[in-house]
């Protein structure tokens, strides 16, 4: 899903409070992007299965089957133009999706005057983790306890 991880402005820095601070927002929206991405996901499998099932035999107008396909890749299309409207909301934000399976969010920040991204996941009671620009969730880090108080 590599076109849903669009790049938030740079221009935004967060620290960890203002992390906080609009994370009730940020996990509301990466809750739906989580739920609709696994909708999504079962749709392109049962669209794909419905037309493997059906790859030889001919097409007639009016046929059921045809209709349910057709109507299956309308809800498809749908719900992959809203998961862009929920993508394009956190990257107003100045946040940038990462992983939609997983609900995981960067936010971008400056640790020891590097840029790097405070790190959070959807059910993680907190902004709590960062990491550098190259490391990813595999190199995240405790934010040391003095950037939890204050700002990073």
């Known amino acids: 899903m590599g076109a849903m991880t669009i790049q938030a402005e740079r221009a935004k820095q967060f620290t960890a409070a203002s992390a906080n601070r609009t994370l009730p927002l940020v996990r509301m929206i990466v ?4 739920e609709l991405y696994r909708e999504v996901a079962d749709r392109r499998d049962r669209l794909a299965a419905m037309e493997r099932g059906r790859a030889n035999a001919p097409v007639r107008e ?3 089957y045809r209709e349910e396909v057709e109507q299956v890749q309308r809800v498809l299309e749908q719900d992959e133009e809203r998961l862009k409207t ?67």
């Not at 809750?31 to 989580?34: F, G, L, N, P, R």
């Not at 590097?114 to 620009?133: D, N, R, S």
């Open 62 to 64: 009016g046929d059921p």
């Open 86 to 152: 929920f993508v394009a909301e956190l990257n107003d934000l100045g946040v940038e999706l990462k992983d939609p399976v997983m609900g995981l969010v960067d936010f971008p920040t400056s640790m020891n005057g590097q840029t790097a991204y405070l790190c959070w996941k959807l059910g993680e009671p907190e902004v709590a983790f960062w990491h550098g620009l190259d490391s990813g969730f595999a190199g995240r880090q405790p934010l040391p306890p003095r950037v939890n108080d204050h700002a990073v």
């Open 31 to 34: 809750s739906d992007i989580v």
